[in-house]
């Protein structure tokens, strides 16, 4: 059952090298969530990189060098690990938006325009997530991150990926090494209102 299989995707940190399933496995199943997942007007304007062996290297090279320029001194060791951690992983899959895709978008529906962008952002969500469930459906161990900002023009660049492409989030992927730790629910009580 669905409501089963939801509970098998977690953030895994501890990745390594060894993969349950083949890269071609693997890159089926992003073209199958590509394919399937909802977008508002059918606007389709996620966009997709994954990155094996040598530019999954180079891409988290190019995150440490960035977080070297920003972060304080006495913060900089445990951020390094961290992303030393996410360059052991099999690959990442970097997952854009099309900023092309959202100025037609907000043309060709005006009434919209305003809510264009979150809704798009809303679509991108839903790719990350089917992404992230079906690698866990496969046990490859994946965690969603955030350094776009600090690496966005570098990756377009040296990737030579289109200008247009906004760079969302990444999802480091590989071989569990280590189950996640326990994870504290908030009661369902506080965030569910169901009104009769």
């Known amino acids: ?28 199943t992003v073209e199958q969530c590509m394919e399937h997942c909802p977008t508002a007007f059918n606007a389709q304007s996620s966009r997709v990189a994954i990155l094996l062996a040598a530019k999954h290297t180079q891409f988290w090279k190019l995150v440490a060098d960035a977080l070297k320029k920003v972060t304080p001194s006495e913060k900089q060791a445990a951020a390094l690990q ?7 992983a099999h690959g990442t899959i970097l997952l854009f938006e099309d900023a092309d895709t959202l100025e037609k ?13 979150n809704w ?26 955030h ?19 906004r760079l969302v989030a990444q999802m480091p992927f590989g071989g569990i090494m280590a189950p996640p730790a326990e994870k504290e629910m908030m009661p369902l009580s506080e965030r569910l209102k169901v009104l009769w």
Not at 82 to 88: I, L, S
């Open 147 to 165: 350094y776009g900002n600090l690496v966005e023009s570098d990756v377009i660049e040296q990737f030579h990926l289109p200008k247009s492409w």
């Open 105 to 117: 978008m907000q043309k060709q529906f005006a009434l919209y325009a305003a809510a264009m962008d």
């Open 1 to 28: 059952m669905l409501t089963d299989a939801l509970t098998l995707r977690r953030s895994i940190y501890a990745l390594g090298q060894d993969m349950p399933i083949s890269d071609e496995k693997l890159i089926k």
């Open 120 to 145: 798009l952002q809303q679509g991108n969500a839903i790719l990350s997530y089917m992404i992230w469930q079906c690698l866990a459906e496969q046990k490859v161990g994946a965690s969603l991150q």
């Open 82 to 88: 961290r992303v030393a951690d996410f360059a052991a």
